[in-house]
Nanobody, 125 residues
Framework: QLQLVESGGGLVKPGGSLTVSCAVY????????VAWFRQAPGKEREGVSC????????FYASFTEGRFALSIDKTKSTVYLQMNDLKPEDTGVYYC??????????????????WGQGTQVTVFS
């Protein structure tokens, strides 16, 4: 059974760094696109970064502005999102997701089939 488990969220001050992880169980990670999304209170879920199938990419939303880095450890079947120079507007629940219909990744939540439970990231002074 496919399962995604996020971890690594927490509290951080503006300008700080945090890495969130997504452990993927039940299938071979590089075969499918995988993405990170986030959702702030009262806002819609938005795409942050993704790899296409075969680890093509990564691709980033413009608001990451070179601050975020996506990576995969295939031996651990885990995807990492390293976030630097965090801002209060980066606050939200961060989710990882996998979709099984396409090879290229999209930062559109509706195409993703499997989701983790999310991990909270809070940036505050």
């Amino acid at each position: 059974q496919l399962q995604l488990v996020e971890s690594g969220g927490g509290l951080v001050k503006p300008g700080g760094s945090l890495t969130v992880s997504c452990a993927v169980y039940g299938f071979h990670l590089p075969h499918y696109p995988v993405a990170w999304f986030r959702q702030a209170p009262g806002k819609e879920r938005e795409g942050v970064s993704c790899f296409g199938a075969g680890t093509i990419g990564p691709f980033y939303a413009s608001f990451t502005e070179g601050r975020f880095a996506l990576s995969i450890d295939k031996t651990k079947s885990t995807v990492y999102l390293q976030m630097n120079d965090l801002k209060p507007e980066d606050t939200g629940v961060y989710y990882c997701a996998v979709e099984t219909s396409r090879r290229r990744c999209m930062l559109e939540s509706s195409v993703y089939d499997y989701w983790g439970q999310g991990t909270q990231v809070t940036v505050f002074s």
